[in-house]
């Protein structure tokens, strides 16, 4: 499987938006118009200016969402609390030279509030089959961004990575694009069409296959959909194709079970 690695929303941009070469022969659904029940927009252009400016629409959406997840940011870690004693495991040579018997230091662990700027990824796979409904996109963004956003909230540096996998009998390829590093705000404004739009998939990446994969790898579609796994226990994968996001209560309910294994 060949991987595609973009390290920026910009790149992702510039690379869709580039002309197809002269002569091309191949798949060209990014551009096709009179699709706004499949893709949400009817052509290239309106994709790419909602990208671009924003989606008012899903930053509507995702606020009216937010006021259903139930996380107070209680979430704890260890943090070393300095304890003075006759003996321990190292000297304060400040208080022995005062003439303090307790002065032996070791640490204790307590609980804290603080999270230490601990960096959480969570992987966004938007990928997934044309018999998923455009509804169904809103819904797998507005859980992700309200998972960074509560994570954010209580302590959390969180990365955010788009990915799409893409099987076919001539050609295996992954798509992954940085949409948020862990030391960048979460603008939920700007990220609302890239995780919530079903043309982020089903316009900007259509584009990028057809520029990526040489035509004559190029089948009659764009391959099968292959859900991303987690690369390690900690890492938080959403993915379209999953079964909890039919409907709005399920997608709620998903979130807050997310959310509870940060939660003391």
């Not at 379209?240 to 294994?261: G, I, M, P, S, Y």
């Given at each position: ?150 994570l954010e909230g209580a302590g959390y540096r969180v990365e955010i990575e788009v990915v799409q996998t893409s099987s076919g009998s001539k050609f295996d390829g992954q798509w992954k694009t940085l949409l948020k590093p862990a030391d960048q705000p979460l603008d939920l404004n700007s990220l609302a069409f890239w995780s919530m739009h079903p043309s982020a998939l089903r ?62």
């Open positions: 499987m060949k991987t595609f690695y973009y390290d920026s929303i910009n790149a992702f941009v510039s690379r869709a938006s580039q002309p197809l070469p002269e002569g091309y022969k191949g798949l060209k659904g990014s551009r096709e118009e009179g699709t706004r029940a499949f893709t949400g927009t009817d052509n290239f252009e309106e994709a790419r200016k909602l990208a671009t400016e924003g989606w008012s629409a899903g930053r509507k959406r995702l606020l009216e969402s937010q006021k259903e997840i139930n996380f107070a940011g209680s979430c704890k870690s260890l943090d070393p609390a300095p304890f003075f004693d006759v003996a321990g495991d190292e000297c304060d040579v400040a208080r022995f030279l005062e003439g303090e018997p307790e002065n032996m230091l070791e640490y204790h662990f307590d609980y804290t509030d603080k999270q230490a700027n601990k960096v959480q990824k969570i992987t966004l796979d938007i990928c997934a089959s044309g018999s998923v409904p455009s509804d169904v996109f809103p819904r797998v963004g507005a859980c992700m961004l309200m998972i960074a956003d509560a316009r900007f990446w259509f584009a990028l296959y057809e520029r990526d994969v040489p035509a004559s790898k190029q089948s009659s579609g764009y391959g099968s959909a292959t859900r991303m796994k987690a690369e390690s226990d900690d890492e938080i994968v959403i993915c379209v194709q999953d079964d909890h996001f039919c409907d709005d209560l399920t997608t709620l309910n998903h979130c807050n079970e997310v959310l509870a294994r940060f939660n003391d």
